[in-house]
C-alpha cells in the first residue's frame, strides 16, 4: 500500500527535461515522456479518480444507441473541486513544471481537467485539435494525458499527427464524423504516431495538434486523466462558438473578454515567478 508521503513527493519531484525535448515539443507538436510518475502514484489517485467517474458519470446509454462521440468515452470534467485528492493530483508541480517548460513560459495554470475512461468495446476518439473549444489567446495551452494502466494499441491509446499544429486546416471542426473523415483526409501524408503507453508514460500535447484514438476492443476499460494547462498570462477572447461560451462560463467564472484567466478555478500550479 502506497503511503500518502511517497506520492506526494512523487508529484513534486523535478522530472528533467533536455533542451533537445523541448526542441521536439516544439517542431512535433506533442512528446511522450517515460516514467514520469510511478505506478503507486498512478494506484493511489486512480482509485479516487474512478471513484469520482463513477459518481458522476451522467452517460448511462447503451453503446449501440450512442452517437460516435459519446461511443469514444465517459467524459467526466473538474473531479478536483469535489475532491481533495484529485485537487492535490492536478496540483503537481512536477507535471506544472514539465508544461510550462514544453511551452516555454513561465508558469502554468489550470484550465480544467477531465477523466477519459474508454470503456470495453468503446469506439474510437475522431480526429480533431482541442483549441477549437478554448477562448483564449495563444496558442500555450498543453494537455497532460496520464494513462492510469500500461496502454496498449488494442485499448486505444493517444495518436497524434506530427507537426499537426502548424496545420490550420481542420480547425474550425468540432469533433465527430466529419472531423474524423476531413482531418483524417488531409492529414494522410503526413504520419501518425500511433503507439502503446507503458505504465507511468504520460504524452503533453498543444492545444492546435491535431490527435485521435482507435477502439477499444479490451474487456477492460482505458482509464485516462486529463490535465489542461495554460500559460499563466492567458488571456479571454470573445467566444467564437458555443462551445467556447461554455467554456467560459464553467471554466473561467467572472473573466472579462481581454482579461488574464485567473478566476479561482484556475489554479496556479507552477510558476518560476513565484
Ligand atoms: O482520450 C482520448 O481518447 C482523447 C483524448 C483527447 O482528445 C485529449 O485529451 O485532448
Not at 501518425?192 to 491535431?210: A, P, R
Amino acid at each position: 500500500m502506497a503511503m500518502a508521503t511517497d506520492v506526494l513527493q512523487d508529484l513534486s519531484d523535478t522530472y528533467p527535461i533536455s533542451p533537445e525535448q523541448i526542441e521536439q515539443y516544439q517542431v512535433n507538436g506533442y512528446i511522450k515522456l517515460k516514467r514520469v510518475l510511478s505506478a503507486e502514484t498512478l494506484a493511489y489517485y486512480g482509485r479516487e479518480i474512478t471513484r469520482k467517474v463513477k459518481e458522476l458519470n451522467s452517460q448511462h446509454l447503451p453503446m449501440e444507441e450512442r452517437d460516435l462521440y459519446h461511443r469514444a468515452f465517459l467524459q467526466v470534467e473538474n473531479l478536483w473541486e469535489s475532491s481533495s485528492i484529485v485537487r492535490e493530483f492536478i496540483s503537481s508541480p512536477k507535471l506544472g513544471r514539465i508544461a510550462a517548460q514544453l511551452m516555454e513560459c513561465t508558469g502554468v495554470r489550470i484550465y480544467h481537467d477531465q477523466a477519459l475512461y474508454k470503456e470495453a468495446g468503446g469506439g474510437i476518439t475522431p480526429w480533431h485539435a482541442d483549441q477549437y473549444y478554448w477562448p483564449v489567446n495563444t496558442d500555450k495551452t498543453i494537455t497532460a494525458w496520464i494513462p492510469l494502466q500500461e496502454t496498449p494499441l488494442d485499448m486505444g491509446p493517444l495518436a497524434f499527427c506530427p507537426k499537426s499544429h502548424r496545420v490550420t486546416y481542420g480547425r474550425d471542426l468540432e469533433i465527430g464524423q466529419e472531423s474524423e473523415n476531413r482531418i483524417g483526409e488531409a492529414l494522410k501524408d503526413h504520419g501518425i504516431d500511433e503507439g502503446k503507453f507503458d505504465l507511468g508514460e504520460v504524452s503533453f500535447h498543444s492545444g492546435w495538434t491535431f490527435h485521435r484514438a482507435g477502439q477499444n476492443t479490451t474487456p477492460t476499460p482505458r482509464e485516462v486523466m486529463t490535465i489542461i494547462y495554460m500559460d499563466e498570462d492567458m488571456r479571454l477572447t470573445q467566444p467564437v462558438n458555443s462551445y467556447q461560451q461554455a467554456d467560459r462560463d464553467k471554466y473561467c467564472p467572472g473573466v472579462e473578454v481581454g482579461g488574464l484567466i485567473h478566476s479561482p478555478m484556475n489554479l496556479l500550479v507552477w510558476s518560476s515567478r513565484s
